[in-house]
Structure formats: structure tokens, C-alpha cells
């Protein structure tokens, strides 16, 4: 499998942070460095050094992002804007830019904008499942706590709803609200044992059920939800083959 070399710029260290575990969930990535001022980066960076991808911040101090990209653009493959603001859509398209990411995004988003830039290594985000089982866990920012970065853990996942642009993830001891669709979490959760789309805006943990009645299914933290129209005959095999029953006395 081929490593894709990448640099961050950026002068929040916290932003650096999450986009570092960013990279590090998808194997054939690698950050060869990260930079909180856009100087040092410039001075830094050498066209001798073969870069795959910098991810360049657009709000910075001395020099911002559209100004920089102007002298690394040359050094690299392919360039990424990432801000907070959409204002600089346009300016990034004029920079050349090969992808926009829009903070706070999510790990889904983030995995989808690297396979569409490199469309053979599709087969890495499979990787990132096969990684992730193994490691058990993925982190998130949580909107609801300044951004700060939260880890979760599969087996504690009871339920997650869509709520929009943004998902609730209900784990047995908090919730975190995270900017990610859920068909982007169902995407990931899917690759991984037990966990079924119960309805539209639900995936559940099949672990954490507490009871069934009928189409109403009570998960261990006490949702109630009820079993879309499209999902029930999924769901009904999955009762039926784990529902057991009393066999005929001799």
C-alpha cells in the first residue's frame, strides 16, 4: 500500500491535534510535519521533499492561507484548505486547491475527501475499519464542549441519532454531539459487528437492547424507539435468529 506524506499548517495547536488523529485513523497516510506558524512553514518546506498533501489553514497570522498557498502550491500534490469560514470558497478555488474542508468536520467527512483524492485507495477507509476494530475506539469533537477532542469506545455505543448536519452519540456514560451525517457513521459502525440501522435517524448497538415489544425496542439507557417501516424485516430476522425458544417435551 502506497504512504501519502502530508503536512499540516495551522496556528490553532488544537486543530492540529484533531486533524493529526485524523491521519493517523487512515494507514496510508503519514505527517511528516505540522506547523503552527506559517513562516517557519514556508521556510521549512522544501520542493526537493516529495509532499503528498498539505492541509492549510486560511486564517493565520503574518500570512494567511491563500497568500501562502501562492508559494507551496508548487511543492505539493495536492493542497487542502481547511477553515472555519466559507467566505474563502472562492479564493481557494483561485489558489488551486484540490479540496475545501469546512470546520468542524467530521472523521467521515474527512475520509471521503481523501479517497476522492486519491479514488485507487478507496480500499484504505476499509482499512480504517480493520484498524479501528482492532484499536476499538475513534475520536470525535464535541460541539457541545468547545470542540474538545472525546474518545469513544464501540462496545459503550447505545444508540446515534441523526440530528441534522450533526449526530447525538449515546454512549453508556455521556452523550457527545459531533458535526457528521449519519450515513457517514453508518458507513464506519456497519463494518463493524453489531451495529443496525433501526430507523432513518437511528443506529443502535444490538448489545445494548433491553427489550422488544412489537415494533418498540427499549435500549439499555432507556430511548424508546420505534423500528422504521424499511428496517423491520432486517430486524425481524435478527429477533427471530437469536430468540430461543422451547423445543418440544419428550
Known sequence: MRMYKCIIIDDEPHAIEG???????MP?????????DPLIALKEINSNEPIDIIFLDVDMPKING??????IRSKTNKL??????????YEAFEAN??????KPYSLGKFIITINKLFPAQEKGSQ???EKSIKENFFFVKSREDDLKILKIKYEDIIAVESKQNYIMIYTTTKKVLTYMSLTEIAKILHEMPNFMQLHRSFVINQDQIETIDGNLVKMTNGIRLTVGENYRKEFNVFVANR???AGKQP
Open 28 to 36: 496510508e497516510l503519514s505527517l511528516l510535519k505540522s506547523y503552527v
Open 66 to 71: 491563500i497568500e501562502l498557498s501562492k508559494e
Open 97 to 102: 486547491a484540490d479540496a475545501y474542508l469546512l
Open 80 to 89: 487542502v484548505f481547511t477553515t472555519a469560514h466559507t467566505k474563502y470558497a
Open 127 to 129: 482499512n480504517f475499519a
Open 243 to 245: 430468540l430461543i425458544k
Open 19 to 25: 486533524l493529526k488523529g485524523y491521519i493517523n485513523a
